[in-house]
C-alpha cells in the first residue's frame, strides 16, 4: 500500500517565527488533506488540497501531485498553533484514507 | 463543535466491564469511521460503514464491536478489553469513502 511521511517528526518554535512541514507519498493519490490534532485530541481539517496551493490566515498550503509532497506553511506561529499536524491522502485504486506519522509542533512564548 | 459528536468525552473501564462509545453527525454525510490512535503512534482505521454497511474491518478484534443504525449514528461496543486498548477513539464522517472527513472530539478510554 501506499506508504506516508512526514517531517520532521517534531518541532520546536518560538513565537512569531514561521515554519514549513513536509508530507511525502509514495504514489499517486486522489486527495490529500492536511489536520491539526490540538492537546485535547481534537482534530481540525485544515486544507482539503489534491494539488496547487490554498491559503487560510497564517496558513497556506502547496501540493505537487506530480511530485508526491505537499507542504504545510505556518507563519508568525502563535502558542494555539501547538499540537499534531497530520498528512492523509486517498489511494487511487482503494477509496482508502491513509494517515501519515504526523508532526508534533509546540510554539514557545 | 465540527457537526460530529462523541460521547462519552472520558471513560474509564474495567477488563470486564461492556461499555459503548456513541458517535452522532448531522453532516449528512454518507460515510462514518471508528479510528484508534495510540501514544506515538499514527492514527489506526478500524471499521469503516458507507450507507450503514461496513465496507472495511482492519483485523480489529472481536472485543470491539461496531454498530450503524442509520447513516447519522455509529457505536462502538467494547468488552472484556486489554489495558493496551486504552487510546483515544476518534469517529469521523465524510460525505462518501474517503473524501472529505469531520471528525469528532475523540473518546479518550483507559482500560484497568
Known amino acids: 500500500g501506499i506508504q506516508v511521511e512526514q517531517s520532521p517528526p517534531d518541532l520546536i518554535l518560538q513565537e512569531g517565527a514561521n515554519s514549513t512541514l513536509r508530507c511525502n507519498f509514495s504514489d499517486s493519490v486522489n486527495n490529500l488533506q492536511w489536520f491539526h490534532q490540538n492537546p485535547w485530541g481534537q482534530l481540525i481539517n485544515l486544507f482539503y488540497i489534491p494539488s496547487g496551493t490554498k491559503q487560510n490566515g497564517r496558513l497556506s498550503a502547496t501540493t505537487v501531485a506530480t511530485e508526491r509532497y505537499s507542504l504545510l506553511y505556518i507563519s508568525s506561529s502563535q502558542t494555539t498553533d501547538s499540537g499534531v499536524y497530520f498528512c492523509a491522502v486517498e489511494e487511487t485504486s482503494y477509496d482508502k484514507v491513509i494517515f501519515g506519522p504526523g508532526t508534533s509542533l509546540s510554539v514557545i512564548p | 463543535e465540527t457537526g460530529v459528536t462523541q460521547t462519552p468525552r472520558h471513560l474509564v473501564m474495567g477488563m470486564t466491564n461492556k461499555k459503548s462509545l456513541k458517535c452522532e453527525q448531522h453532516l449528512g454525510h454518507n460515510a462514518m469511521y471508528w479510528y484508534k490512535q495510540s501514544a506515538k503512534k499514527p492514527l489506526e482505521l478500524m471499521f469503516v460503514y458507507s450507507l450503514e454497511e461496513r465496507v472495511e474491518n482492519n483485523s480489529v478484534p472481536s472485543r470491539f464491536s461496531p454498530e450503524c443504525p442509520n447513516s447519522s449514528h455509529l457505536f462502538l461496543h467494547l468488552h472484556t478489553l486489554q489495558p493496551e486498548d486504552s487510546a483515544l477513539y476518534l469517529c469521523?464522517?465524510?460525505?462518501?469513502?474517503?473524501?472529505?472527513?469531520?471528525f469528532g472530539s475523540g473518546t479518550r478510554l483507559t482500560v484497568v
Open positions: 469521523a464522517s465524510s460525505p462518501r469513502q474517503g473524501n472529505g472527513y469531520t
